[in-house]
């Protein structure tokens, strides 16, 4: 079925992209706040440039690798009662919840964001500190990015949710350990 494929190389996509990112910016995050922390206890010394990249490459895992955790069910979820739901009303609540909130929320993310990133590239906006970073705009843009790759994957969930509702056989998407679907059954 071509929705299923789609919808397979959409969260092929953006499982790449996480996981890319997470690779690219954990490790100079982890080495970026090792080395502040080490050089402020115990060689008196502290950068204001080492503290905002900390932070921004915090920004950018975070932002750009929200779509894969949500694609992974490996976001935060309170739920007490969603392992004693069948199937087919996790996925009218999942349905619902992608298209009242989740939608939504990107769509804020995606035009709000990118007015923020577009007004700091228009601007050249640099940290408000003597010392801080300057091109604000670079991590501002993670903003807008991340929500789209957040939509896209949303969109995708989705997708997964309303065929298995009108009876195409999918799994519910997203759940936790489960690979995504090829559409077969099994």
Known sequence: MLMVRLCRAVEHGIAWIGAVV???MLIPLIAVSVYDI????????????LQELEW?????LVMLCLGSAYLAD???RVDLLRGYLTVRTR?????????????PFCLLLIIHGGDIALGAFATDERSRAPLGLPHRWIIMS?????????LLAGLSIVARNGLLLVGHGVHAAPEAGRPPDDGRQG
Do not use: D, K, M
Request: with cysteine.
């Open 22 to 24: 997470a690779w690219a």
């Open 38 to 49: 080490v050089g402020r206890q115990f060689f008196n010394t502290g950068s204001t440039r």
């Open 56 to 60: 921004h490459f915090f920004l950018a």
């Open 74 to 76: 490996a976001h935060v």
């Open 91 to 103: 996925a009218w609540i999942e349905l619902l919840g992608c298209l009242l909130v989740l939608v």
């Open 142 to 150: 993670a903003l807008p990015v991340g929500g789209f790759l957040l």
